[in-house]
């Protein structure tokens, strides 16, 4: 049964009765009695749409990997070796530090002054010019803080004695342990 003893009230109504309380007493709160219920159409609806955009994604790739061209494609990833890292060198920290798809590679044997020194600066900038090249390195298995050893060539050219013949590093023979240079 319907209790229709209690009309909405008007804008006017409401107005008169909040002038007729006392000062510092507050209206009743009105609470909802229903909790609003979501109509299962409608989760039907969301829920098909989820699915159809779920194959939709499944049957084009090449959508999400167009969206997401900042992560390494599948053709530059480390390969089944694990010994072996290759890939495009995405940031140059220092003369003997490179990062290939993101991981930091230090150059075994290879010992470059400090970035702080202006000499350091200057190899720096000289290892600068490979960011962005294909880079293939074996790695020693070693490392050191948290950046993994090993013998990188790129372009198939050794980047170590590119190095040495062209800056001011030097050969650390304590760490040469495969005897390359």
């Not at 008007?10 to 309380?21: A, C, E, I, P, V």
């Not at 510092?24 to 955009?53: C, D, E, T």
């Not at 779920?54 to 969206?67: A, H, R, V």
Request: glycine letters at 8%; one cysteine or more.
């Amino acid at each position: 049964m319907i209790d229709n003893s209690k009309k909405p009230r008007s804008l006017w109504q409401k107005n008169k009765y909040l002038k007729g309380l006392k000062v510092g007493h507050r209206p009743k709160r009105v609470y909802r009695k229903k909790p609003r219920n979501i109509s299962s159409n409608r989760i039907l609806f969301l829920f098909s749409l989820a699915v159809l955009g779920g194959f939709w994604l499944y049957e084009n790739p090449e959508y999400i990997t167009s969206k997401l061209s900042w992560l390494p494609s599948s053709d530059t990833q480390t390969q089944q070796n694990k010994n072996i890292l290759e890939g495009k060198i995405t940031h140059v920290r220092d003369g003997d530090t490179f990062e290939v798809l993101g991981k930091a590679v230090r150059i075994s044997a290879l010992d470059c002054p400090e970035n702080s020194t202006s000499e350091g600066k200057r190899v720096t900038k000289f290892a600068k010019r490979f960011q962005g090249q294909y880079a293939v390195c074996a790695l020693t298995g070693a490392t050191t803080y948290d950046r993994v050893v090993g013998y990188c060539k790129i372009n198939g050219i050794d980047f170590g004695k590119t190095m040495m013949d062209n800056t001011s590093c030097k050969l650390w023979k304590k760490y040469d342990v495969w005897n390359r240079y």
